[in-house]
């Protein structure tokens, strides 16, 4: 996919690339620390750990995921590192108002090009044996308020989210996606045993999100899962993890038991 003129890929920290979005007047990932780095440290990895610790006990035969956004497709390509529980069946739902950015995501991501074009003509493909990906094309806003009843009509084994990825543009530039009501929202899309992972940590998110019903959780990434995770990517992308990580947030009806997560008071 050819990019449009008004579209171009910069290199962040650790190498990978990352996108400005001049509607928002922000970057899609954050410059610093690096697009591939954040995304795996802080969305990946927390899921990751919760499934391992999963299996062990009774894992699921299938896990439900909402990318909320979509973005530059970092977190649901990235989320393909899930094949490798393959007793399991994974569903991503992404959610994403600007149809430019699939062409922004085709440059990043090693994904055949038979996939790319099912994403690009119809919104769906399966990108790994075991995981399939579908995008809805609009405002999360409005597609949320009808996600639960709209996938339920669509598939009968729906009975809500096992993870979902928040993350949005940020609070300052995004604020109708970190509000309490957004929380509400998605306190009722996520199983009882389901987690939020998301990259913020500022006050007023977290209020908002224990004032819809949410316990909150402080994450920092266990250096060894990150370096793992890495290493099993290494050949589809070609970057350096930043030494430089921040801590983000982990939101869940029931406390949970994850690696490197402490309760917030």
């Not at 750990?49 to 896990?63: G, I, R, W, Y």
């Not at 370096?227 to 029931?254: D, E, G, N, W």
Request: charged share 20%.
């Amino acid at each position: 996919m050819e990019l449009p003129p008004n579209l171009r890929l910069i290199s962040s920290k650790d190498g990978s690339l990352n996108a400005f979005n001049a509607h928002f007047g922000e970057h899609y990932a954050n410059m610093g620390e690096g697009a591939f780095s954040e995304k795996l440290a802080k969305h990946i990895a927390p899921v990751w750990e919760a499934l391992a610790a999963n299996q062990a006990k009774s894992p699921k035969p299938q896990v439900w995921i909402l990318d909320l956004c979509f973005g530059l497709g970092y977190n649901a390509l990235l989320s393909r590192l899930f094949s490798a529980f393959d007793q399991m069946e994974f569903c991503i739902i992404s959610i994403e108002l600007d149809r430019q950015n699939l062409a922004l995501a085709s440059k990043i991501h090693a994904l055949d090009s038979s996939s790319m074009a099912q994403l690009e003509s119809s919104g769906q493909a399966r990108i790994a044996h075991n995981v399939s990906l579908q995008i809805f094309w609009g405002d999360a806003c409005a597609l949320l308020a009808d996600l639960q009843t709209n996938l339920a009509q669509r598939y009968s084994h729906f009975h809500g989210f096992d993870v979902i990825y928040q993350d949005p543009f940020s609070y300052e530039k995004n604020r109708e996606l970190w509000d309490f009501r957004h929380f509400c929202t998605l306190a009722s899309l996520l199983k009882d045993s389901g987690i939020i992972t998301t990259y913020a940590t500022r006050k007023e998110v977290i209020a908002n999100a224990q004032q819809a019903g949410l316990l909150a959780y402080r994450y920092k990434v266990d250096p060894r899962t990150l370096a793992m995770l890495s290493q099993m990517c290494a050949r589809f992308y070609p970057s350096s993890l930043s030494t430089h990580k921040r801590s983000s947030s982990i939101f869940s009806k029931a406390p949970i038991n994850i690696s490197g997560s402490t309760a917030r008071s």
